[in-house]
């Protein structure tokens, strides 16, 4: 259901609620005014005859006649008139030209006409002297009665007029007066009354519907404002702002302003969520690299622990059951236990060192050491190993050049650096072992001379457990974790690593820094 906008609801509540007033007022008007008006005229025709009644009373006491004297006032001759008769004359002028109230006065022993407003007077005369004697009773409803006069509401078959007359005698008992008044007037003003009301009325309905409108529009249109702003807000529109125009009230502004600083703050807030969102999302993840390194760590372990636990059994098995007799058999045998123990000895301390590395276990111990120094110790600890694989070994030990990192860790990669490049030598066995600066960083590269890595295996070189070549690998005890500890001691340090395939060999690289240092 469509809802209708407030300006249109005031609009048509103020129609309908002037329509219904004026209705009420014209029906009322039909209804009541016509007795109202009467009511009006029996008060009109009774102060009139109290007025003309003192007037005859104080004539009786000062003994000037104020009927003598009403022609010459209303004929503008107050030349010959007396206070009685200008008083008269001002009454009966007001009844006429005011009330339109016709009076006849006459002298009840000399059947003289005394005072008249009224062009019929014969009509008058007759229609009181009827009144007096008691006929035409039936055309009358008597109104007001009392000891020397009544008004009564009457209708002359005739003209078929209804009259409001009011007749009888003034205090001094003589003078008959009879005051009458055409109801059809008062009905006259009533029609015309509802009728001028009724176009009135519509024409007011319908300008004050047209200003109501354009008045409701202005104080609607911030509402209309604040709405289409709350739907943006609903939308997450956080741009939209709302401002004052010259018609806004205190209240609105107030409102508006408000809403104003709810969408900055919802915006914030917003804001807030999405970076603990993604902070979350970042935890989940890292949890669930976490679980699948765990499951990952634990396949592997499982997979590379269980050739030498093999081995191992089984020559024991063997010198359990008494199958090498022979001492050169026993030596044998213990021999390949050793070794093969030897082998995972090795391999659990590496996974112990890449573990704590991978997890945050390990803090860098930074210090400001000889590089060179460093470098030339490693290569003597592999004399032994280079000599029994025949492989030669350059390094230029002559110039010391400092870095700053963490010594015992940069000493392991390093080593499993000599180590990979003692193993995989071919060709002309040589390694060699050079540091060369690059602005305020130190590059340490290891080249050994053989066989480039395939192309699709270089990628892979840093995960643990990869393996170019298992033969071989298996073949001097390496378990592929070597290169992952490098990987995670160069990612603490911030730095970078890397291998570079030549024609002739293979170069495995990493950088240090060495900024602000004197050589």
């Not at 025709?45 to 009373?57: C, G, N, R, V």
């Not at 999302?281 to 269980?306: G, P, T, W, Y």
């Not at 090795?346 to 930074?366: C, D, P, R």
């Not at 160069?490 to 004197?518: A, K, P, R």
Request: include cysteine; proline fraction near 1%; hydrophobic fraction near 40%.
């Amino acid at each position: 259901m469509k809802r209708q906008s407030i300006c249109r609801q005031f609009t048509v509540i103020f129609v309908c609620m002037t329509a219904f007033v004026i209705i009420a007022v014209w029906c009322i008007n039909n209804w009541a005014l016509e007795d109202y008006y009467m009511d009006y005229k029996v008060k009109v025709l009774e102060q009139a005859y109290t007025e003309i009644d003192q007037i005859i009373k104080r004539e009786m006491q000062t003994g000037e006649s104020a009927l003598e004297g009403v022609d010459a006032v209303l004929n503008k001759d107050a030349h010959t008139a007396n206070d009685n008769a200008e008083e008269l004359a001002s009454v009966v002028q007001e009844l006429r030209d005011t009330s339109n109230i016709m009076i006849l006065i006459y002298d009840s022993i000399s059947n003289q006409t005394l005072l008249s407003s009224a062009r019929d007077i014969e009509i008058l005369r007759e229609r009181v002297q009827r009144y007096i004697l008691g006929q035409g009773t039936d055309n009358q409803e008597v109104l007001v009665r009392s000891d020397n006069y009544m008004i009564q509401k009457s209708f002359d078959p005739n003209t078929k007029t209804s009259f409001l007359e009011s007749w009888g005698f003034f205090s001094d008992n003589g003078t008959i007066y009879i005051m009458s008044t055409p109801l059809e007037s008062i009905k006259e003003s009533v029609e015309i009354s509802n009728h001028f009301l009724m176009y009135v009325g519509l024409a007011a309905i319908a300008v004050s519907a047209v200003l109501l409108y354009f008045i409701t529009k202005k104080m609607t249109d911030p509402i209309q404002k604040l709405s289409i702003l709350s739907e943006q807000l609903s939308n997450l529109d956080f741009e939209a702002r709302y401002e004052d125009t010259p018609h806004t009230t205190q209240e609105l502004s107030c409102l508006g302003q408000s809403m104003n600083v709810l969408s900055n703050k919802l915006k914030d807030t917003i804001a807030e969520l999405k970076m603990a969102n993604n902070e979350l999302q970042k935890d989940i993840q890292e949890k669930i690299q976490v679980d699948e390194m765990r499951k990952d760590f634990i396949a592997n372990v499982s997979h590379e622990l269980k050739t030498p636990i093999a081995l191992i059994q089984g020559y024991a098995e063997g010198l359990t059951e008494g199958m090498a007799e022979e001492k050169e058999s026993r030596d044998y045998y213990c021999n390949v236990i050793m070794d093969e123990a030897g082998k995972m000895n090795k391999m659990v301390k590496q996974l112990l060192t890449l573990t704590a590395l991978e997890f945050g276990n390990e803090q860098l111990s930074m210090e400001r050491f000889n590089l060179t120094e460093l470098i030339g110790g490693v290569i003597s600890a592999s004399g032994i190993l280079l000599e029994q694989n025949e492989i030669e070994v350059e390094f230029d030990s002559s110039k010391a050049i400092y870095v700053w990192a963490d010594e015992f860790k940069i000493e392991e990669v390093i080593t499993n650096y000599l180590s990979n490049a003692i193993h995989h030598a071919g060709g002309e066995k040589k390694t060699v072992v050079k540091m060369l600066y690059q602005g305020d960083r130190v590059k340490v590269s290891v080249f050994n001379t053989g066989n480039p890595i395939l192309e699709e295996a270089v990628q892979n070189l840093w995960t643990k457990f990869y393996k170019v070549d298992k033969a071989r690998t298996r073949a001097y005890g390496g378990s592929g974790i070597g290169l992952s500890i490098v990987k995670a001691i160069m990612e603490m340090h911030h730095q970078s690593y890397g291998v570079t395939n030549w024609d002739n060999g293979v170069e495995f690289w990493f950088t240090l820094d060495c900024s602000n240092i004197s050589v």
